[in-house]
């Protein structure tokens, strides 16, 4: 128990991004698997699962703390897996996603962080983005054409566009944490080589075929690009109110057990703990309960039921 708690401790530490001035994505192998084999690491996984349910109860029972998971990775890096899979015993009450697709007509008439805030989390839930505002400084930068629709006046784009969307997300992440807010990142860092296998299997695959999208060849083909913007931004907004961490996405199984480390720990810091009942209403508690065991079931006995 205490080995694999502290194994996990060590990919957070590892894959969390506390020096963004000198990060490089290349120091970080997108095969890692950390020494684990997969068997061990999905039934670690299984752990993180129930030990994420305990602990999501708490933060809607506290009522006070929200989480916000943004996902940001190459097409097939396995972000909806992560989300199927980390958050597979999470209550759904507690719990919503959303996934960023190219932004609408209305939205694109706004600036690029409203349309994110009608999907932030409430006060104790766990708000899960599946692509976010970062693409806005990813996609948005790479992909010709993309910031002349947003219809920004022209004399504001200049050459520190980036770098003012970089402050600009720094400041909302900020007020995010300021506001009670804890904003975990993940860059599913997957290589070249794993995504053209991705790819085939989604084209021979019927299951999967409906997945892709000739954007994502498009996408592809800009691969160095994505890099380079990928590793500016986490160098840019990697901030301890919001880290971001680079996980390592060439298998499926270890990804997932990275970002399920990484929730744990952070809901973990929170010490979260079920509201207290005071001493006068647990006097009212208890007369109710007489009351409840004093009525009887129209059948006839008293019969406690346990579910
Ligand atoms: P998927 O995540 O595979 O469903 O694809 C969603 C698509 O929407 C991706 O190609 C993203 O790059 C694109 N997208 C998301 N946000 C934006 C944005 N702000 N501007 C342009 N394209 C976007
Ligand atoms: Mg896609």
Not at 22 to 32: E, G, H, K, Y
Not at 73 to 91: C, I, P, Q, R
Not at 264 to 289: W, Y
């Amino acid at each position: 128990m205490t080995s694999a708690k502290s194994e996990s401790a060590k990919f957070i530490k590892r894959y969390r991004v506390d020096a963004p001035a000198s990060f490089r994505l290349r120091s970080i192998d997108c095969a890692d698997t950390g020494d684990l084999d997969k068997d061990d690491a999905q039934s670690m996984l299984a752990g993180d699962v129930k030990q994420l349910a305990d602990l999501q109860a708490r933060l809607y029972a506290e009522d006070r703390w929200s989480l916000l998971i943004v996902l940001q990775g190459m097409d097939a890096a396995g972000k909806d897996s992560v989300v199927a899979h980390v958050m597979s015993g999470v209550n759904p009450q507690g719990c919503e996603v959303h996934s960023f697709k190219h932004p609408s007509a209305e939205e694109l008439d706004h600036d690029f962080l409203w349309r994110a805030a009608p999907r932030l989390p409430a006060r104790g839930r766990i708000g899960i983005f599946n692509r976010s505002y970062y693409e806005d400084v990813l996609v948005v930068r790479v992909r010709p054409g993309l910031l002349q629709q947003q219809k920004l006046p022209e004399s504001l784009i200049g050459k520190s566009i980036w770098e003012e969307r970089f402050q600009d997300i720094r400041a909302f992440e900020r007020h995010l944490a300021r506001s009670g807010t804890r904003v975990l990142k993940f860059f599913l860092h997957l290589s070249k080589e794993e995504q053209r296998r991705r790819f085939l299997d989604r084209l021979d695959d019927p299951a999967k075929r409906w997945k892709f999208s000739m954007d994502d060849v498009t996408e592809r083909k800009r691969w160095d690009q994505n890099m380079a913007a990928y590793e500016e931004m986490i160098r840019s907004t990697s901030t301890p109110a919001a880290p971001w961490h680079v996980v390592p996405a060439d298998h499926k199984w270890f990804t997932r057990l990275v970002v399920a480390s990484a929730v744990i720990e952070a809901l973990e810091s929170l010490q979260l703990a079920f509201p207290k009942v005071g001493a006068a209403d647990l006097k009212e508690l208890r007369k109710v309960r007489k009351a409840l065991e004093a009525e009887k079931p129209s059948g006839g006995k008293l019969r406690h039921r346990r579910d």
